[in-house]
């Protein structure tokens, strides 16, 4: 499975980004989500969605200005990122959980079995 992230850049603060990601393959039951990872930070879970119903949770530190999405036709997941600000500079980095069956989104990197390469979003003051 290849996962393809797009859509990062830079952008001043208050502004907006969409990062999205496909996957060339999927499974029965898996889940998507969002890492990402600030210069000398470790990695932070984004927030993820159950692919089945496309039901999503995002993390505390994002709740209320990042949105996760899907469109199941096309195998792609959607970041909006809104109202950004400079502690949101980092490399995104989109995860595939394959065979999650019915368990929670899991916020622990281990817990993923498929790692795109990153974008960089860049949030300057």
């Known amino acids: 499975v290849q996962l393809q992230a797009s859509g990062g850049g830079s952008v001043q603060a208050g502004g907006s980004l969409r990062l999205s990601c496909a996957a060339s393959a999927t499974f029965s039951q898996y889940h998507m989500g969002w890492f990402r990872q600030a210069p000398g930070k470790e990695l932070e879970f984004v927030g993820g969605?159950?692919?089945?119903?496309?039901?999503?949770i995002t993390a505390d530190s994002v709740r209320g200005r990042f949105t996760i999405s899907r469109d199941a036709a096309k195998d792609t997941m959607f970041l909006q990122m809104n109202d950004l600000k400079p502690e949101d500079t980092a490399v995104y980095y989109c995860v595939m959980r394959a065979n999650s069956r019915r368990t929670p989104i899991s916020r622990l990197p281990s817990d993923y079995d498929y790692w795109g390469r990153g974008t960089q979003v860049t949030v300057s003051s």
């Open positions: 969605i159950i692919w089945r119903d496309g039901k999503p």
